[in-house]
């Protein structure tokens, strides 16, 4: 069946680094658009990042801008979302999610599979 497995999250000091992957398994990976989201305690989860199929293309949320680089190994069925400059509001359970559909999407209904999350904690 369809999983999706993050891994990478941790706890890091402000202005740290980390890189979550997304591993795909049960379905072919290459066609489909992948997505991460993120939720904080008590607020709706919301997107951070998007990248295509072929991954020549990629959008993100402008709260991560310029910090946040989303990226994919198909070859790998690997997806993955390195995060630099990190900030104490960046602290949330992280999801990746793949949709069908080979194009960028940015609200959580364009999504049909989902991970089970990843803790991703930066103090201050």
């Known amino acids: 069946q369809v999983q999706l497995v993050e891994s990478g999250g941790g706890l890091v000091q402000s202005g740290g680094s980390l890189r979550l992957s997304c591993a795909a398994s049960g379905f072919i990976f290459s066609p489909y658009a992948m997505g991460w989201f993120r939720q904080a305690p008590g607020k709706e989860r919301e997107f951070v990042a998007t990248?295509?199929?072929?991954?020549?293309?990629?959008d993100c949320a402008d709260s991560v801008k310029g910090r946040f680089t989303i990226s994919r190994d198909n070859a790998k069925n690997t997806m993955y979302l390195q995060m630099n400059s990190l900030k104490p509001e960046d602290t949330a359970v992280y999801y990746c999610?793949?949709?069908?559909?080979?194009?960028?999407?940015?609200?959580?209904?364009?999504?049909?599979?989902w991970g089970q999350g990843t803790q991703v904690t930066v103090s201050s």
């Open positions: 999610a793949a949709r069908e559909g080979v194009g960028l999407a940015s609200t959580l209904n364009d999504y049909t599979y």
């Open positions: 990248i295509n199929w072929r991954g020549s293309s990629t």
